[in-house]
């Protein structure tokens, strides 16, 4: 069983940055992909970025591209998300989410990930 928990989030003025955390607990994620979700009132959990078991691969939405960045340090059992020019309708809770990765294909839906982190809010300002 993997327990993560985010931390990191925060009230920032627009055009400023967050880094969120998640630390995992519980077993090694190795082999894992470790993905990033967010979710405002009233809308869907929506995909926000990613990286896969091995670390090298990283895959981002189209509303987060070139300014989120996705990062794991699997020695320490954690996972970063770097968030620049933060734009208003980036407000959302921040959730991170874990799934075995080997021998399967990365993804975008939130049903295929198995361990969730409580979330963390982040409000941006405009």
């Known amino acids: 069983q993997v327990q993560l928990e985010e931390s990191g989030g925060g009230l920032v003025q627009a055009g400023g940055s967050l880094r969120l955390s998640c630390e995992a607990s519980?077993?090694?994620?190795?082999?894992?992909?470790m993905g990033w979700f967010r979710q405002a009132p009233g809308k869907e959990r929506e995909f926000v970025g990613a990286?896969?078991?091995?670390?090298?691969?990283?895959d981002y939405s189209d509303s987060v591209k070139g300014r989120f960045t996705s990062s794991r340090d699997n020695a320490k059992n954690t996972g970063h998300l770097q968030m620049n020019r933060l734009k208003p309708e980036d407000t959302a809770v921040y959730y991170c989410?874990?799934?075995?990765?080997?021998?399967?294909?990365?993804?975008?839906?939130?049903?295929?990930?198995?361990?969730w982190g409580q979330g963390t809010q982040v409000t941006v300002s405009s």
């Open positions: 990286t896969r078991w091995s670390g090298g691969v990283t």
């Open positions: 989410a874990a799934r075995w990765g080997i021998l399967r294909s990365g993804s975008h839906n939130p049903n295929d990930y198995d361990y």
């Open positions: 519980g077993r090694t994620l190795t082999g894992y992909d």
